[in-house]
């Protein structure tokens, strides 16, 4: 004889009669898949959020059961993309029918790339923190990717003032002499020619896409969008040729917050995959205690708004 067990959630419900608008659970720790930059299938450990609706005022609670059941099933089965997203989303409203008509689901994660090397050929691992986020609310669906990316900014005020100085040295070393080319040659590669450097620091990216259901979404691909337009990527497995090419391109790609914001802006903007994006970004500043920051979005009808607090802990 089989054992019934109750099942308090389906009991009639005598507290305050309200819809509540997310119930659900986060933190849950979850393998999903994701398409690599090779466009295999890899596991990776994220940290999932997931809610529905409560739109039933006279229901105790939902089944969260159900919604840990189909992520379990359904992330770790195919890799993560806009339409698997909704895909997920239908399935926790068709499991809650009745009770919900609104659905949410975020999962975070630290996507790995190999990168190769400016010059030496060799390659190194990279980190990105990694985002997918999709909401079905009356049957309107929306997919978020946003994702962190470091790279290196040089000062352009400090790379002028540096410039200066240099230009002072050589006139104070070379004023009362006729110029020989060779001994100018030399004296630029001691400490006293090369007397002052601008000032750079790591700086962040963070970036958010929303791509259509029917799109596919590529991290590396927008992970290579973000670098081709700040041009300076930090580096890993660094050997001499691959810091000099390094020092040549900061030189080359002088930028304050404001170049970077705005050359990631035209890279999004031309890009029509993105139906909306919203960029900030971070110069952990070496001459100052504080970070310098820029904003900017797409700039659409009901699009992102300019909030600025969008992951503001590095």
Not at 170 to 180: A, L, N
Not at 236 to 258: G, I
Not at 266 to 292: C, G, M, Q
């Amino acid at each position: 004889m089989t054992k019934h067990m109750p099942d308090i959630a389906c009991q009639p419900y005598d507290q305050p009669q309200n819809t509540l608008n997310w119930v659900g659970m986060s933190g849950i720790d979850l393998p999903v898949l994701v398409k690599n930059n090779h466009q295999e299938n890899i596991s990776v450990p994220s940290k999932v959020q997931a809610y529905v609706s409560l739109d039933d005022p006279l229901s105790k609670g939902i089944h969260m059961s159900r919604l840990y059941l189909i992520l379990d099933e359904m992330a770790s089965s195919e890799p993560l993309t806009p339409n698997r997203i909704h895909e997920i989303l239908n399935a926790f409203i068709e499991s809650h029918t009745g009770l919900s008509q609104s659905a949410f689901v975020e999962f975070q994660f630290d996507y790995y790339e190999r990168r190769q090397s400016l010059k030496s050929g060799n390659s190194g691992w990279k980190h990105y923190p990694t985002t997918f986020r999709g909401e079905l609310r009356q049957g309107q669906f929306e997919f978020e990717a946003s994702i962190q990316i470091p790279y290196s900014s040089t000062c352009p005020c400090s790379a002028a003032l540096s410039r200066q100085l240099i230009q002072e040295s050589f006139e104070k070393q070379f004023k009362d002499s006729s110029v020989d080319y060779n001994a100018v040659l030399n004296w630029l590669g001691t400490p006293e020619g090369i007397n002052a450097t601008p000032h750079s620091q790591r700086s962040y990216a963070q970036v958010k896409v929303k791509v259509l259901k029917e799109n596919r979404l590529s991290i590396s691909n927008l992970i290579n969008q973000i670098e081709d337009a700040v041009k300076t990527p930090v580096q890993a497995a660094v050997k001499r040729e691959d810091e000099q090419e390094f020092a040549r391109l900061n030189a080359s790609n002088l930028m304050f917050c404001e170049d970077a914001a705005r050359r990631i802006q035209n890279k999004l903007t031309a890009i029509t995959e993105y139906s909306d994006f919203w960029v900030r970004i971070n110069h952990l500043e070496s001459l100052h205690p504080h970070d310098a920051v820029a904003i900017v979005t797409k700039g659409i009808p009901q699009g992102y708004t300019d909030e600025p607090n969008f992951m503001d802990k590095l």
